[in-house]
């Protein structure tokens, strides 16, 4: 693995010249959590945290919040690690550290596997063994799983994989009751379905990188008319699911109308991709990458409209 790895990040160098000096500081170690990934995966477990019934607990909260933070940098080191080789050849992923060279794999693997072992044993300890067991869930689902299997075997990957990324507000839940619920299920769901569209999206744009390093995206297999066909779909299964936290406590009319104007404009989104299925490229690509664009901003007003409600509860 590092032989191969130092061999593509010098052919890294030789492409990118200049920009592909090694630096191997605290940015780039930084950058090897994937701390934008992070931030987001915190931010819904804090929500599914703050949601759940009974006092906050700050502390716990804090422990909580740590603990899936250091879990989701563990994923990401992991997953540069194992992704080394494909990423040194995708224009968007080329900068990574380990490709780069700023990194050295086994170093990433270190860090990785660290953080992983620390991070549920930590929430086991200081908060219960039902988060830390679902924490442990979804690093599992990540990096053997969807990394090291689906994702370079089959075009279904994001679909399956995508359990990891809706398991953080699931987790929050668990540390703050010891327990499930039909609320915690409605969290995990929303996100599930919202996966898919988003990736497929960004995919669209990304295909001949993925063509390139040979992994088997949805718009490589099946072809652009069936990608975007897929995405209609599930974005019309996700306008449902997306009212399902209406049956936690507490949240009402402010969530209800939030999410209705955010899926009434990401249906039109995903329409207006769909009536480019069969268009050249250019207009297709614009459409999808405007699609994605709106889908991150669409989960984060969800959260933000559910934390919304927790501080009008009070």
């Not at 990540?142 to 699931?170: C, D, E, S």
């Not at 995990?188 to 669209?204: C, D, G, K, R, S």
């Not at 008319?225 to 996700?238: E, G, K, N, P, W």
């Not at 997306?242 to 209705?260: D, H, N, Q, R």
Request: hydrophobic share 55%.
């Amino acid at each position: 693995m590092t032989g191969r790895v130092d061999t593509i990040a010098r052919r890294g160098g030789e492409r990118n010249g200049a920009r592909q000096r090694p630096s191997g500081g605290v940015v780039d170690h930084l950058v090897l959590l994937k701390p934008r990934v992070m931030s987001l995966v915190v931010f819904t477990g804090a929500v599914g945290f703050l949601l759940a019934p009974g006092p906050v607990d700050w502390i716990r909260l804090l422990a909580t919040l740590s603990a899936i933070a250091a879990g989701a940098g563990a994923c990401g080191a992991l997953n540069m690690w194992w992704d080394a080789d494909i990423d040194a050849n995708m224009s968007r992923t080329a900068m990574r550290p380990i490709p780069r060279g700023a990194v050295p794999p086994n170093q990433a693997l270190a860090i990785g596997a660290l953080l992983a072992a620390v991070s549920v044993a930590a929430l086991g300890l200081q908060v219960n063994w039902l988060a830390a067991a679902l924490l442990a869930l979804t690093i599992v689902i990540y990096i053997p799983l969807y990394t090291m299997v689906l994702k370079r075997w089959t075009p279904l990957n994001i679909v399956i994989g995508g359990a990891a990324g809706a398991l953080p507000p699931v987790i929050g839940w668990a540390a703050a009751t010891n327990s499930l619920s039909v609320g915690a299920i409605s969290l995990f769901v929303l996100i599930f379905l919202w996966t898919p569209p988003h990736f497929w999206a960004l995919a669209l744009c990304r295909s001949l990188d993925y063509e390139r390093v040979g992994v088997p995206m949805l718009p490589n297999v099946v072809g652009p008319a069936a990608t975007c066909r897929q995405i209609v779909i599930y974005a019309l299964l996700l306008v449902p699911a997306s009212f399902g936290p209406l049956a936690i406590p507490g949240v009402g009319l402010l969530y209800g109308s939030i999410a209705a104007a955010c899926d009434a404009i990401l249906l039109w989104r995903a329409f207006a991709l769909y009536r480019l299925r069969e268009a050249e490229e250019s207009p297709r690509r614009k459409a999808a990458m405007a699609l994605f664009a709106f889908s991150i901003l669409y989960m984060f007003l969800l959260f933000a409209a559910l934390l919304a409600q927790v501080l009008v509860r009070g």
